[in-house]
């Protein structure tokens, strides 16, 4: 490997931010900035500057691990570990049949790896249990905007657009702690005259930048919403034209708007009705405008409905599908949108097929060389998945993925993983689910080996190989090739990335995620490529640019409208009640990302942010006789969890915050709901019930 930059993106959240990197004489691996990246131009946040820390061996995994007869995890060949879990889900097919056997996933896996784990599953062991943990990261959005647009892209406009729209509504989302460089375009959007309206519980890092910031009790989102459109209406603030020639079904959304009273609707959320005034004040005045939506509003058990409400008050007001208005959803993990377009979520095959679609499964069996009818149907979502470990799944297979402390209900994920017959893991690291594994498997990181991600924006990027990966490491896709092998399959699994991506384009070819047109080589050249991008090379025309605007001329419904879905405000699963007065609500801080497998292996990161915390009013403090710092536990309905207070102004005082990186004694999902969202199955993280208590040590 030469001694000279590379330029690639980082492996984490899905901003996929530029960086350049240079391998040194002493092993280490430097950062530097890549300018030419419009998302970050060469801005990186702390955990971006410090991602090659990961690569170290020091930290990480560089032999294969088999759980011995003593119950210790061992070192062992690759041949052994192999061998061991190909036997194992050969006997549990046998025994139990292929739907015993799960995969689960991860949202940093890229399109490739994502693509050949969904084949995996479905073509060599047969089974319909694939799902990822990208499920709990934006699929209420995902759902809502497939029901409204009939598409699902993260956002369906550059985040260059931001700086010259004329107002951002940004709900439950805090930027200024999960993708610091993003903040450039709002600071631009504020400095060109727009405002930022931001919508969040607590007085975050990114609403102390806002122009109005609107604080609803957890779970009431949903509630605001309509409120905002019912003032819309009530103020002849409707686009009618609009509505009129580009949507559907405003007549039922608009009654159901009305029925939201700004009064009703500041008693449910506490925001109030001058606050609601103004708000619509500064969304409908300008020409243009957005909302953009996070975990806020769609880790809820009425996430999809919440965002639909939102995307309603965009359609009312004519922003949407129109240059610098629109709704977009701010995906979370580094390849969250991509590792549900390529199969990777129980009901997709790869381009956005739907497993029910009988087209979208000749298509892609075709691709596969199958017969269509072997393909699985739909399997359980992420929750339901690990919920049935141990019970009707057997033995399961997970790659990238963290959920001992990323699940909902963590100890009860940690035990029904415990239960299973069998638990293979793929990680970089030993994290917490796979020091529960019967076999580990250490495999190369993001600046080791070549691969696709596509980004918030829809963006298809190229990660490319900077350094070499030590030994004893193997790439996510040899460890498929072989298993494949080992169970029968010995075609159809290449190990060289862009050959995946080469099948991957043909399979995705024609579906709503259409990825035929673009090739390593485009990638290699330009600063990404927007989907769909069909190809054009057979009719001989000049290459399809992408897309990197959507829905500016009709949405992607049968007839071009979009769909109002109207809704209504419905309580969150688990309401306060004299056991449980208080809500919790959880999230990120800036120097850790998600369950911290890999973050909390990173030095700096750990001396930024070196542990949980309970963050609470000062109010609930002193009814406690807390200090700061002082050990508070939290307790709901699943468990209990204890970590030091944080005391401020800035949040509810009927609610506590706390981050969900760590496991152990502070671990946030320890406590959180996984009530499912009835469409997205997405569990409600963002709000339940708890009591918090003094703890005296
Ligand atoms: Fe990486 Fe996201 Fe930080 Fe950018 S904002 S450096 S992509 S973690």
């Known amino acids: 490997m030469q001694n000279t930059a590379t330029p690639t993106h980082c492996p984490y959240c899905a901003l996929q931010c530029g960086m350049n990197l240079t391998p040194a004489a002493d092993g280490t691996v430097e950062v530097t900035e890549r300018a030419d990246f419009p998302v970050n131009r060469g801005a990186l946040c702390g955990k971006g500057r410090t991602a090659p820390a990961v690569l170290s061996s020091r930290v990480r995994l560089t032999s294969p691990l088999v759980r011995s007869g003593d119950g210790t995890l061992v070192p062992a060949t690759w041949d052994e570990a192999l061998d061991r879990i190909a036997r194992h889900l050969a006997r549990t097919r046998e025994e139990h049949g292929a739907d015993a056997l799960g995969v689960f996933g991860g949202g940093g896996l890229t399109n490739e790896k994502a693509y050949a784990l969904g084949k995996f599953a479905r073509v060599v062991l047969g089974t319909s249990q694939i799902d990822y943990n990208g499920r709990f990261c934006m699929s209420s959005a995902a759902a809502a905007g497939t029901k409204a647009f009939g598409l699902?892209?993260?956002?369906?406009?550059?985040?260059?657009?931001?700086?010259?729209?004329?107002?951002?509504?940004?709900?439950?989302?805090?930027?200024?702690?999960?993708?610091?460089?993003?903040?450039?375009?709002?600071?631009?959007?504020?400095?060109?005259?727009?405002?930022?309206?931001?919508?969040?519980?607590?007085?975050?890092?990114?609403?102390?930048?806002?122009?109005?910031?609107?604080?609803?009790?957890?779970?009431?989102?949903?509630?605001?919403?309509?409120?905002?459109?019912?003032?819309?209406?009530?103020?002849?603030?409707?686009?009618?034209?609009?509505?009129?020639?580009?949507?559907?079904?405003?007549?039922?959304?608009?009654?159901?708007?009305?029925?939201?009273?700004?009064?009703?609707?500041?008693?449910?959320?506490?925001?109030?009705?001058?606050?609601?005034?103004?708000?619509?004040?500064?969304?409908?005045?300008?020409?243009?405008?957005?909302?953009?939506?996070?975990?806020?509003?769609?880790?809820?058990?009425?996430?999809?409905?919440?965002?639909?409400?939102?995307?309603?008050?965009?359609?009312?007001?004519?922003?949407?599908?129109?240059?610098?208005?629109?709704?977009?959803?701010?995906?979370?993990?580094?390849?969250?949108?991509?590792?549900?377009?390529?199969?990777?979520?129980?009901?997709?095959?790869?381009?956005?097929?739907?497993?029910?679609?009988?087209?979208?499964?000749?298509?892609?069996?075709?691709?596969?060389?199958?017969?269509?009818?072997?393909?699985?149907?739909?399997?359980?979502?992420?929750?339901?998945?690990?919920?049935?470990?141990?019970?009707?799944?057997?033995?399961?297979?997970?790659?990238?993925?963290?959920?001992?402390?990323?699940?909902?209900?963590?100890?009860?994920?940690?035990?029904?993983?415990?239960?299973?017959?069998?638990?293979?893991?793929?990680?970089?690291?030993?994290s917490e689910t796979a020091a529960l594994a019967d076999v580990v498997l250490p495999v190369t990181q993001w600046a080791e080996e070549t691969g696709t991600t596509t980004s918030l924006e829809g963006r298809v990027l190229l990660r490319r190989r900077a350094i070499t990966p030590p030994d004893g490491v193997r790439s996510d896709l040899e460890v498929l090739h072989e298993l494949a092998a080992r169970l029968g399959v010995e075609k159809g699994f290449p190990t060289e990335a862009e050959e995946v991506f080469e099948e991957l384009r043909r399979a995705s070819a024609g579906g709503l995620a259409d990825y035929s047109g673009i090739t390593y080589r485009r990638l290699a050249q330009e600063n990404g490529v927007f989907w769909p991008c069909p190809a054009r090379e057979e009719a001989g025309e000049a290459e399809h640019p992408g897309t990197a605007r959507l829905f500016l001329d009709r949405f992607a419904t049968e007839d071009g409208r979009a769909r109002f879905v109207p809704v209504s405000h419905r309580p969150s699963a688990e309401e306060p009640d004299d056991e449980y007065p208080v809500l919790l609500t959880t999230g990120r801080v800036v120097a850790q990302y998600q369950s911290g497998a890999q973050t909390r292996r990173v030095d700096e990161l750990n001396a930024a942010a070196p542990g949980p915390f309970v963050e609470l009013h000062p109010r609930l403090a002193a009814r406690l006789g807390a200090a700061e710092g002082d050990p508070v536990a939290v307790v709901s309905r699943r468990g209990r969890a204890v970590a030091p207070a944080r005391i401020t102004t800035g949040i509810r005082p009927d609610t506590v915050f706390m981050p969900f990186h760590w496991p152990g004694e502070g671990r946030a999902n320890t406590l959180t709901n996984p009530a499912l969202d009835p469409t997205s199955r997405m569990p409600e993280f963002k709000v339940c019930a708890v009591r918090v208590e003094a703890v005296t040590r």
């Open 152 to 430: 699902d892209r993260g956002l369906p406009f550059p985040l260059e657009d931001i700086p010259r729209t004329g107002c951002v509504i940004l709900v439950g989302s805090n930027l200024a702690e999960t993708m610091p460089p993003s903040l450039r375009f709002f600071s631009e959007l504020k400095e060109n005259g727009g405002t930022l309206i931001v919508v969040d519980p607590r007085r975050t890092k990114t609403a102390e930048q806002a122009d109005l910031h609107l604080a609803p009790r957890p779970g009431t989102d949903l509630a605001l919403a309509l409120g905002l459109l019912h003032l819309v209406v009530a103020g002849g603030r409707v686009d009618e034209s609009y509505v009129e020639e580009r949507t559907a079904g405003w007549e039922e959304a608009r009654a159901a708007a009305m029925a939201h009273w700004p009064e009703q609707v500041e008693r449910i959320t506490g925001v109030s009705v001058p606050e609601l005034r103004e708000a619509v004040r500064l969304f409908c005045e300008p020409e243009h405008a957005m909302v953009l939506t996070a975990r806020g509003p769609e880790q809820q058990a009425k996430g999809t409905d919440t965002v639909g409400a939102w995307i309603n008050l965009c359609l009312a007001t004519g922003r949407a599908g129109r240059p610098l208005s629109g709704y977009g959803c701010l995906t979370g993990q580094g390849n969250g949108q991509g590792g549900r377009e390529h199969g990777q979520k129980a009901d997709q095959l790869p381009g956005y097929r739907k497993l029910t679609d009988p087209a979208a499964r000749r298509h892609v069996a075709e691709v596969w060389g199958v017969d269509p009818d072997s393909l699985p149907g739909p399997g359980r979502s992420a929750y339901e998945l690990l919920d049935a470990l141990g019970t009707d799944i057997r033995s399961l297979l997970l790659m990238g993925s963290n959920p001992v402390v990323s699940a909902p209900r963590a100890a009860h994920v940690e035990q029904r993983l415990r239960s299973l017959d069998f638990l293979a893991v793929c990680d970089v690291v030993l």
